[in-house]
Each structure stands twice: as structure tokens, then as C-alpha cells.
């Protein structure tokens, strides 16, 4: 009966069927599948897709901290006292650096996150100046996640070369309210209609483990599909000291496991990355989050660290993956040293958020 669930469950989809809520919950309840058994039929998306490739993103941090949003999850919410290194917008110098550094160690994309409500229009015209040098300098893709934007800036930020704009949903519509409640998931939604009214693509992500239900988690994915988002970062919750969300709920590496394989399901053709908390929460068995995700960060998030460059680029060419990059894997990993970047706990410092201050 269940081996007949899982092809018939392959066949529905590559049907286009959008699963219904009662197979999201099927999915994620750990008495009444086999993990990987579902971990099969999600590879077969993730590879008739992407093949066996892994597309790498690393994360700057261009503005830091002092946000007005009481974002219950977030280390640089007005309601965190989590003790990291806030600071304003980096030179233009250092995040030409930066970008040219990313490049260097096997970015496919570099991502420029700001903290904050959302952009200026002043601010707009910075940044597009800046995403038009990097493309120019480098082969990479380039995504911004400025905060809450109208088309109008949306439609600027393409022009100057943006390839893709996030804003993460984080969570389910009901549970919004829970996370966050200086802001709506309205708004939230308001700016990937404004991005994809611009023609730009559309990353928007989740973060699992804040005590959201299994409804809600489907309801995360169903949401990404609907808005037709072409890459969704799944993030595990990190409890950094000081935020207000004090421990993440219900993560074992299995369940984080089936959460991919949700995403993937719902979003065949979507860019599904294993992001923040892949290293604390699927443990072990992170190598496995491969056969359904198709991306993943290098260097860590924006203030929790991650594993060192090393272990996470011999875990993909232990998988048997290589990379989406100019640079070969083989090469990467000749180059990186273990510890490079850290260990996969603590909150980072100055030294790696800005690499390049006061050296260029
Ligand atoms: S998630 Fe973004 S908007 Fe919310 S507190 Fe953090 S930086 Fe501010």
C-alpha cells in the first residue's frame, strides 16, 4: 500500500498535481512514511531539474542591526538583544570586495541583505549603481533582499542588473502573527508581486521550527507555489541568545528531511535551498538534504556562523555533486583549509562580517 503511495505519489506530480493539505501532513508525520523512500521521489524532481548540481551562495551583510521590525526570530529586531555587531550600510569598496571575494571561493550568486523596514529611493540608486559593477566585473548572479520595496524601485533594481529579489515569507499566513507584529504578511507579499511585476525572479524563504503545525508548513510551500517563487531557502531556526523565539520546536534531522522533500514536491522546479540551521538541525544526516534541495550557503547566515567552506564542499563532492560555478570544485577544496570559516555555532564577528574593512 505505502510502495504504491510513493509512485503514485511521483506520478501526481510530474502530472502537476498540487498535494493537498492532507498529503503535506502525511508527509511530515514521522509514524507513516519512510524518509527515504520520500527522499527518492523528491530526487527525481531535484535532478530532472538540476541534475547533480549544487548552486553555492554566500551572504553579505551590507547593513547590519538597528531594525525597527520586532521580527521575533531575527538577532537584529528591535525586540533582540542578542549581541551582535550592528553597523550602517559598508562602503561601496568593501562590498566590490566582497562580491569579488564570493566569486572567488565558488559563489553562483552573491546576496546583499539589508536590515530594515525597507529602502529609500536614494538608497535604490546606491545599490543600483553598485549591482551594475559587479555584473560587470564578474560571471555571477546577483540578489538583494532590501526590505519592503514598491514596483517602482523593483523596476529600477532590474534595470541596473538585478537578477533576483528576496523577501522571505518566513512563515504561514495564519502564523504570521506569532513572528511578527510590526509588519504584515500582506506587506510581505506585496513586494514579491512588485519584484515579479518588475521581471525579476523571486527568492522567498521560510524558517521552520518556531512552533508552527504541520498545516502551517504545508501552508509555506503551497504560498511559494502560488506566487510561483523560482528559489526558496528553507532555514531551520537558529536560537541565537537573545531573540525572542528562545528554542526551535520540534526539528529532528528527519522531520527537516521530509520538510525538504515538502518543498520540493510542492515546487518541482523551484530552487530549494537547505539554509540557516542545516548544519545544527538535520546533524548527520545533512549529506541526505542534497537529494531534495539543490543549493545551500557557504560562510555561514547573516549573524550565526556556519560550518567551515571545507566540510561543506566535501560533503557536495562526497555526494557526488559538483557545483554551479567558474571555479571546479576540486580547485575549491585545494584551496580552502578546514577552519577557514569557523566553527557551526557561536554569533560572528566583526572580522567576518566585514572582511575587507579598512583594507580596501
Ligand atoms: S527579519 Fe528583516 S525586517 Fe525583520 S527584524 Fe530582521 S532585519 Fe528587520
Not at 31 to 41: F, K, N, P, R
Not at 162 to 187: F, G, P, V, W
Not at 195 to 212: D, P, R, T, W
Request: proline fraction near 4%.
Amino acid at each position: 500500500m505505502k510502495d504504491q503511495y510513493y509512485s503514485t505519489l511521483f506520478d501526481r506530480v510530474a502530472h502537476s498535481e498540487i498535494l493537498p493539505v492532507e498529503d503535506g501532513r502525511r508527509i511530515l508525520d514521522m509514524g507513516q512514511l519512510d524518509t527515504l523512500e520520500l527522499l527518492a521521489v523528491a530526487y527525481r524532481f531535484r535532478r530532472e531539474y538540476f541534475g547533480r548540481s549544487v548552486t553555492v551562495h554566500i551572504l553579505n551583510n551590507v547593513q547590519n542591526g538597528m531594525c525597527p521590525e520586532d521580527c521575533r526570530y531575527c538577532a537584529q529586531s528591535a525586540s533582540s538583544t542578542a549581541p551582535i555587531e550592528a553597523y550602517a550600510m559598508k562602503s561601496d569598496e568593501e562590498i566590490l570586495a566582497e562580491a569579488a571575494a564570493a566569486h572567488a571561493a565558488g559563489a553562483g550568486r552573491y546576496c546583499m541583505v539589508f536590515a530594515g523596514t525597507g529602502p529609500s529611493d536614494d538608497r535604490v540608486e546606491h545599490l543600483s549603481r553598485i549591482i551594475s559593477e559587479i555584473k560587470r566585473r564578474h560571471k555571477i548572479e546577483v540578489c538583494v533582499s532590501p526590505g519592503v520595496i514598491n514596483t517602482d524601485q523593483a523596476r529600477r533594481l532590474k534595470a541596473a542588473g538585478l537578477d533576483r529579489l528576496n523577501h522571505n515569507i518566513n512563515t504561514s499566513e495564519k502564523y504570521y502573527r506569532h513572528i511578527c507584529t510590526s509588519h504584515t504578511y500582506a506587506q510581505r507579499l506585496g513586494t514579491l508581486q512588485a519584484a515579479h511585476a518588475a521581471g525579476l525572479a523571486v527568492c522567498s524563504g521560510v524558517i521552520i521550527g518556531m512552533g508552527e503545525g504541520p498545516k502551517d508548513v504545508y501552508g509555506m510551500a503551497r504560498s511559494l507555489r502560488d506566487i510561483g517563487a523560482e528559489s526558496i531557502p528553507v532555514n531551520f531556526l537558529i536560537p541565537v541568545p537573545g531573540i525572542a523565539i528562545k528554542e526551535a520546536v520540534g526539528l529532528t534531522p528527519a522531520y527537516c528531511l521530509r520538510v525538504l522533500c515538502l518543498f520540493r514536491l510542492l515546487n518541482p522546479a523551484a530552487e530549494i535551498r537547505m539554509a540557516a540551521g542545516r548544519e545544527m538541525h538535520l546533524r548527520s544526516l545533512e549529506p541526505l538534504g542534497l537529494y531534495a534541495a539543490n543549493s545551500l550557503f557557504l560562510q555561514g547566515y547573516l549573524n550565526a556562523r556556519g560550518a567551515a567552506d571545507t566540510r561543506t564542499l566535501q560533503m557536495i563532492s562526497d555526494m557526488g555533486f559538483t557545483i554551479t560555478s567558474d571555479v571546479p570544485l576540486a580547485a575549491l577544496l585545494a584551496r580552502t583549509q578546514e577552519g577557514a570559516c569557523g566553527t557551526a555555532e557561536g554569533i560572528k564577528g566583526l572580522s567576518e562580517l566585514r572582511p575587507f574593512q579598512g583594507r580596501v
